[in-house]
């Protein structure tokens, strides 16, 4: 069975940098997989933020995030990486990862099987 686990949520002021890290077990070398963020604030649906492809390292960023936000694959720590610069208060939000085994990256949120818990960012102005 996959387990994601992520970690590195956080306050942070508007215009900071955090780091989210989202670590996989029960996933092999041989494994194809790909993994997502996704994000959702209080009383919004959730929204994707990023993915990633283990197959080519291709990835998808939303409007909102393409050029602040940078998601990285450690395959072998079997870790995704969520690097957040310029950090905005609407991207307030619990972000949590998620994962799928067919190794095609996708931002739609029905494809992934397997979910963290979630860790909290808030960004004050």
């Known amino acids: 069975e996959v387990q994601l686990v992520e970690s590195g949520g956080g306050l942070v002021q508007a215009g900071g940098s955090l780091r989210l890290s989202c670590v996989a077990s029960?996933?092999?070398?041989?494994?194809?997989?790909?993994i997502a963020w996704f994000r959702q604030a209080a009383g919004k649906e959730r929204e994707a933020v990023a993915s990633i492809s283990s197959l080519d390292g291709s990835t998808h960023y939303s409007d909102a995030v393409r050029g602040r936000f940078t998601i990285t694959n450690d395959n072998a720590k079997k870790t995704v990486y969520l690097q957040m610069n310029d950090l905005k208060p609407e991207d307030s939000a619990v972000y949590s990862c998620?994962?799928?085994?067919?190794?095609?990256?996708?931002?739609?949120?029905?494809?992934?099987?397997?979910w963290g818990q979630g860790t909290q960012v808030t960004v004050s102005s």
């Open positions: 998620a994962g799928h085994r067919n190794g095609i990256a996708t931002m739609n949120w029905m494809i992934y099987d397997f």
């Open positions: 029960g996933i092999t070398s041989d494994d194809d997989y790909a």
